[in-house]
């Protein structure tokens, strides 16, 4: 299992910024790469961005495709989710899997490898 750390949530206003980190802090890694997630309460988690360890290629969910973009500083075993144009319907707790077990097209699948989640709120 690896173990991470997810900072950069806060408030922000419709339209602005924010850049997410999620660090690899302990842990083995065995699987596709790193992917980011998001729940608000009584919903399913939902995918949001997840890059491969290669790097190849990047994953997103339709909500944030052209809005948001994951990139990968292995040298720091840092991911980040650097998210633009924000909407108020972006509010929510937002995940880290670094162990992602695979992906295809729009959609990537955890393995359940979470962080405590960061905050992030979009609001005037």
């Known amino acids: 299992q690896v173990q991470v750390e997810e900072s950069g949530g806060g408030p922000v206003q419709p339209g602005g910024s924010l850049r997410l980190s999620c660090r690899i802090v302990?842990?083995?890694?065995?699987?596709?790469?790193v992917g980011w997630f998001r729940r608000t309460p009584g919903k399913e988690r939902e995918f949001v961005a997840g890059?491969?360890?290669?790097?190849?290629?990047?994953h997103y969910g339709d909500s944030v495709k052209g809005r948001f973009t994951i990139s990968m500083d292995k040298p720091k075993n840092t991911t980040y989710l650097e998210m633009n144009s924000l909407k108020p319907e972006d509010t929510a707790v937002y995940y880290c899997?670094?162990?992602?077990?695979?992906?295809?097209?729009?959609?990537?699948?955890?393995?359940?490898?979470w962080g405590q989640g960061t905050q992030v709120t979009v609001s005037s």
């Open positions: 302990g842990g083995t890694r065995s699987h596709y790469g």
């Open positions: 899997d670094a162990d992602l077990l695979w992906c295809s097209g729009n959609m990537c699948y955890a393995s359940g490898s």
């Open positions: 890059i491969p360890y290669s790097q190849r290629i990047t």
